[in-house]
């Protein structure tokens, strides 16, 4: 069976608590149920794992090379800061696509660089938590 796996980072477990104003009232549970019921009706199967820890996040992309058709990965603050969550991404042929609730382009100047979308196949920004289906149809319509 084809298999994605949806990764997500620090703080994103207090999602439709945490400045909803910002991202939104969906909790991750809902977004995990939501692309579930999705990519099963393409017959793929959907794993998931949340961590605030960098480290439990490289041991699962590097787990994904030859298990998985594709990641689909909102690393939260990692995004900005993590050479290692990079090189983990650089060193698998699963690929990526890293999705952002807010558009990260539009706050804090220190969200603005991505360290992992050069090396990811592409990035979704801004779209709520639609990004995610669309990140999962960019993986099930190839």
């Excluded at 995990?32 to 960098?54: A, I, V």
């Excluded at 603050?77 to 650089?90: E, L, W």
């Excluded at 706050?107 to 990004?131: D, Y």
Aim: charged share 20%.
């Amino acid at each position: 069976m084809n298999r994605l796996l949806l990764l997500n980072g620090p703080n994103l477990n207090m999602l439709g608590k945490r400045e909803p104003g910002i991202y939104g009232v969906t909790s991750l549970e809902d977004i995990e149920d939501n692309l579930t019921k999705l990519t099963e009706s393409f017959k793929y199967q959907l794993d998931t794992f949340q961590s605030n820890h960098e480290g439990e996040l490289i041991d699962r992309i590097q787990q994904a090379d030859g298990n998985y058709q594709g990641i689909i990965f909102n690393p939260g603050a990692f995004t900005h800061t993590s050479i290692a969550i990079r090189d983990a991404i650089s060193s698998i042929t699963v690929p990526v696509i890293e999705v952002h609730i807010s558009n990260v382009h539009q706050r804090e100047s220190f969200r603005h660089t991505s360290l992992l979308a050069p090396v990811s196949k592409g990035q979704i920004v801004g779209l709520g938590v639609k990004g995610y289906q669309l990140a999962a149809l960019a993986f099930l319509e190839e």
